[in-house]
């Protein structure tokens, strides 16, 4: 008898700790993949939101200031056709309007879901089309604080995602969910973004650069419905934190459905745009 | 007079440079768009003049302005173009001069287009050279980098598809190349004869040429193939049976050419190819080389790109000159990535066999919201007397230019 209970007695604790672990470890595994599927269904939710939205055209004025507070303008105009397929990525086209030396000058841009993007600019002063490497889409566009993948790859399977809290963000609740990149060439390690819990959009962006530190926040302003359905925000604030320079992208009106097909986004098509 | 005149000009151009802004609004989505430009360039010489009954001055002021009227239909359907362009040079007449680089009508209806009247098209990659770029005449009088060029009247059928983009044009009158005149830089010895030109075909400069081409991308490849059948857009030089004038010679040619990038990461790799048979032997001829660029150096925010180009052609000292048949060019290309949009391209082609060396720099910057401040320099060494640039040897220069857009 004692010699039974001693027996069980001198393996339970390593039995009972080897459960105990295991249990541990099952658990707090499924609780990383639960809070792993939490935020990618909080950043799906936010993704599908903006479903069929088929294709839109804005303009768009950005304004750059540097850390002495000297402001510059460029206004473009922006023209997006969906891809329904979410493995593949929307195609874009951005025409330049001024500063009157790139006026006329386009940028065409396939992009994909984890591969570069396939990405053509028109110099309108040489009437040249030319290929561009992609691989810069962290560098800074036209010279502001936006990187092109700040404003454009916002697609749900381009990140891994984790959740982790519920907290006020001004007058709404948000959801922070921390997501990292999973494309190529990509300037961040990893963003946190604010996504509040009424219309599933996203109000602030915080960016990570390669180091791990904390370099840009976003604030999307302004959100206005349209359509009844699609949610756009008005107003971009981007701070970088570390050079205390910062650019707002101010948008006008968008216009949904505006009959863009594919063949609005070849690249034969660039030399004719005007 | 012309002095006085001159400094009128000049007055006038510093006055529309600081010229209130008319409008900030955008003029995105507008139907009627008029824009344009005037600029203000300043060349100082290195060295004296060459030849005889060149300007004997070592510097030389000059304006130039171009006008861009574009209107398009509420459907976006028509467009109509005009883009008058005019220089005004203080030494040399003959860089005095104006040209139409578009007037045109097109109409576009689902994947066809049709373009009528003058434009500018641009075919090729690489940037040492631009070898398959013949659709329109050089404006070598503006700048001796053979990137300016004429107006090209042209009928223009466009179809695109879903495999590739085919253009069809007709070009039924040829534009001469431009030269500069006696008083100026960048000349022979003896002036051609411009206003003379002779032609192979009969009907001259109304010869009907035919240009195809077909572009499209596979991946990570973008792919230019095209046929010519008409006149080159190189003359010949000729001498006079005196001896005494050098006229210019007009071939009749067929080509066909190729132009290739594949662009993979931070490499772009780059090739154009022709053939052409003309006045002799078939000519072939290559640009062949590499873009590497460093994004974000040193933490920042500018990038470096380093470019390695082979020139290669293997046409006989009797046909149309060119320089780019055994060389390598390097260069480096700097952006600045900031508001003012600086960027400094520098490089040097040496030629392989006479060690020719030409080196080049351009600079730009932009200046407040409409002014662009832009640096050249051309500077050749060791041209042997027997090289095709010889003339053009005492002809280095720095250039400054400003401009203001409106």
């Known amino acids: 008898m004692n010699l039974v209970k001693n027996r069980v007695v001198g393996i339970h604790p390593i039995f009972y700790m080897t459960i105990l672990l295991v ?105 040249r089309v030319k290929r561009i490497s992609s691989k810069n889409k962290s560098g800074p566009f036209v010279g502001s604080e936006f990187a092109f993948e700040d404003f454009t790859a916002s697609e749900l399977n381009k990140f891994k995602y984790e959740y982790l809290r519920q907290e006020s963000c001004g007058v709404l609740i948000c959801d922070v969910v921390e997501r990292a990149p999973l494309y190529e060439n990509s300037g961040y390690t990893k963003q946190i973004v604010w996504v509040d819990s009424i219309e599933y959009q996203l109000r602030v962006i915080e960016f990570y650069d390669r180091k791990g530190s904390l370099l840009k926040e976003l604030r999307l302003k302004d959100y206005r419905l349209y359509k009844n359905k ?34 609005d986004f070849l690249k034969g098509r660039l030399s004719s745009l005007r | 007079m012309v002095i006085s005149l001159f400094k009128a000009a000049f007055l006038a151009f510093v006055w529309v440079l600081f010229l209130p802004e008319l409008s900030h609004a955008a003029s995105v989505n507008k139907k009627l768009d008029v824009s ?6 300043f060349r100082g010489f290195t060295q004296d003049a060459l030849w005889s009954n060149q300007n004997s001055s070592d510097t030389e002021y000059s304006f130039a302005g171009e006008l861009e009227v574009r209107w398009s239909s509420h459907d976006g359907n028509q467009q109509v173009s005009f883009i008058p ?40 990659v690489t940037e040492s050279a631009h070898l398959v770029d013949i659709i329109n005449q050089t404006d070598l009088v503006e700048n001796t980098d053979q990137e300016d060029k004429l107006g090209q009247p042209m009928a223009n059928l466009a179809f695109q598809k879903d495999w590739g983009l ?50 499209h991308y596979f991946g990570e490849v973008d792919l230019g193939l095209h046929y010519f059948k008409g006149t080159s857009r190189d003359p010949r030089l000729e001498n006079s049976f005196d001896n005494l004038n050098i006229f210019l010679k007009y071939d009749q040619i067929e080509q066909i050419g190729l132009d290739l990038q594949y662009t ?29 660029t460093f994004y974000q150096i040193f933490e920042g925010v500018s990038d470096i790109g380093v470019l390695i180009e082979y020139q290669y052609d293997n046409r006989p000292a009797y046909e149309a000159v060119t320089t780019a048949d055994n060389d390598m060019f390097i260069g480096t290309r700097w952006t600045s990535n900031n508001m003012q949009d600086g960027s400094v391209l ?35 060494t060791q041209s042997g007397l027997d090289e095709p640039s010889y003339a053009y040897s005492q002809d280095d220069y720095v250039q400054l230019q400003i401009n203001r857009f409106f």
């Open chain 1, 23 to 127: 249990a541990q470890w099952i658990s707090s595994s499924a609780l990383a993949e639960n809070m792993q599927q939490k935020g990618f269904d909080i950043a799906a939710r936010s993704d599908r939101s903006d479903r069929g939205f088929s294709d839109s055209e804005v303009k768009m004025t950005m304004v750059l200031q540097n850390a002495a507070g000297k402001k510059a303008t460029r206004t473009l105009r922006l023209k997006t056709l969906e891809i329904p397929n979410e493995s593949v990525g929307d195609k874009s086209l951005i025409l330049f309007s001024t500063p009157k030396d790139i006026e006329g000058t386009a940028l065409l841009s396939h992009a994909k879901m984890l591969e570069s993007d396939d990405q053509w600019l028109y110099l309108p002063a040489l009437k």
């Open chain 2, 264 to 292: 993979k990461d931070a490499w772009l790799w780059k090739l154009e190819a022709l053939v052409r048979d003309g006045y002799d032997k078939s000519i072939f001829a290559t640009v062949a080389g590499l873009e590497y």
């Open chain 2, 346 to 380: 520098a490089g040097v082609i040496v030629d392989k066999k006479t060690s020719e060396t030409f080196y080049n720099i351009e600079a730009k910057t932009r200046f407040k919201e409409n002014i662009v401040l832009e640096l050249e320099v051309r500077l050749t």
């Open chain 1, 230 to 263: 699609y949610w756009r925000p008005h107003l971009l604030t981007m701070k970088n934190l570390q050079t205390k320079k910062n650019s707002d992208l101010v948008y006008g009106e968008y216009k949904f459905k505006v009959g863009l097909s594919n063949s």
């Open chain 2, 166 to 215: 085919l253009n069809f044009y007709l070009l039924p009158y040829f534009r001469e190349r431009s030269f500069s005149g006696e008083e100026g830089r960048f000349r022979t010895q003896i002036p051609a004869n411009f206003d003379d030109a002779k032609y192979e075909s009969g009907s001259k400069r109304r010869h009907l040429d035919f240009a195809f081409r077909y572009s």
């Open chain 2, 85 to 124: 362009f005019v220089r005004w040079d203080e030494n040399d007449k003959k860089r005095s001069h104006y040209d139409l680089r578009e007037a045109y009508w097109s109409y576009k209806s689902d994947d066809v287009k049709l373009l009528l009247g003058v434009n500018k098209v641009f075919w090729g």
């Open chain 2, 36 to 41: 344009g430009k005037v600029a203000l360039q």
